[in-house]
């Protein structure tokens, strides 16, 4: 099974809603998928139509107590099921403090390699002990950067941390996010990307109206409104994400 995380440093950059469509395009293409709402917030559970949290307490699922599996909710859509969002992971840094180590969530993840081909994780904005657990369970980590200087910033904080933590920083994949051709500023640094930015993806998401009309449609673009801009985006962004993804079924035929 391949792992994915969506990640920043920076909230409102649109991770959600590009995990949520790459997901759903994934288990569009038959790819068992299971996505992991880790956010607290609960933004892509809702994307997904799921609007309950965990049945059961999330310190059991982390301790191994609850096995995930109870835990997985069916979406509308074959191929895609959801471990949700709950309210309580505003606590999942002190509940993996108390189990110890950077290596959990890879752990817990393990036995769903029997059923799913992908997992995808999204993931709240911060360093934390979850976003350490979260570099390390994930194959790639795709990071959506909205061309501004701050984003740039969180660009090479992230890889800071990654180097200081010795991580692979082959890992981090950025990808241009909520691009508005009309601002000078982002139409320059789409076309001239600074130089630590090697492993960047080639299409870039559009800011588009259709995105956030995800929120009312409780449905991804991708599925809405799929000849639209953005979801042509998410798709051509899908099938350079694919290519890094040396374990999905089917690599060599891609
Ligand atoms: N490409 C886009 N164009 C326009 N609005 C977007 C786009 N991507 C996300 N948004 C909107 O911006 C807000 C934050 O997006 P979200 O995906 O939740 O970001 P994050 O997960 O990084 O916090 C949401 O209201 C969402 O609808
Ligand atoms: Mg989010």
Redesign the pocket.
């Known amino acids: 099974m391949e792992v994915i995380a969506f990640y920043?440093l920076?909230?409102?950059?649109?991770?959600?809603?590009?995990a949520v469509n790459l997901a759903w395009l994934a288990a569009r293409d038959g790819l068992p998928t299971v996505f992991w709402d880790l956010d607290a917030q609960g933004?892509a559970s809702w994307y997904l139509g799921v609007e309950e949290g965990l049945q059961g307490k999330p310190r059991k699922l982390l301790s191994g107590k609850r096995p995930i599996g109870r835990e997985l909710c069916d979406t509308a859509w074959d191929n895609l099921q959801l471990l949700p969002a709950d309210e309580r992971y505003r606590h999942l840094d002190l509940h993996l403090d108390e189990k110890g180590g950077d290596d959990r969530l890879h752990q817990l993840l393990e036995p769903l390699s029997e059923r799913y081909a992908l997992a995808v994780l999204?993931c709240p904005?911060s360093f934390s002990r979850l976003s350490e657990n979260v570099f390390r369970a994930a194959s790639r980590v795709l990071v959506?950067l909205v061309p501004t200087p701050l984003s740039l910033r969180a660009w090479a904080q992230l890889r800071a941390f990654f180097k200081q933590h010795e991580l692979p920083r082959r890992k981090l994949v950025p990808f241009w996010?909520?691009v508005d051709r009309r601002r000078g500023m982002h139409r320059q640094l789409v076309e001239q990307p600074p130089l630590n930015m090697k492993r960047l993806l080639g299409p870039a998401?559009?800011?588009?109206?259709q995105?956030?009309q995800?929120?009312l449609h409780q449905r991804p673009v991708c599925d809405f409104a799929p000849t639209s801009p953005?979801a042509r985006a998410y798709e051509a962004l899908w099938d350079e994400v694919r290519q890094h993804l040396e374990g999905l079924p089917g690599h060599h035929l891609a």
């Open positions: 920043n920076k909230g409102g950059v649109g991770k959600t809603a590009a933004a999204d904005p959506p996010s909520m998401i559009p800011y588009s109206t995105v956030e995800m929120g953005a």
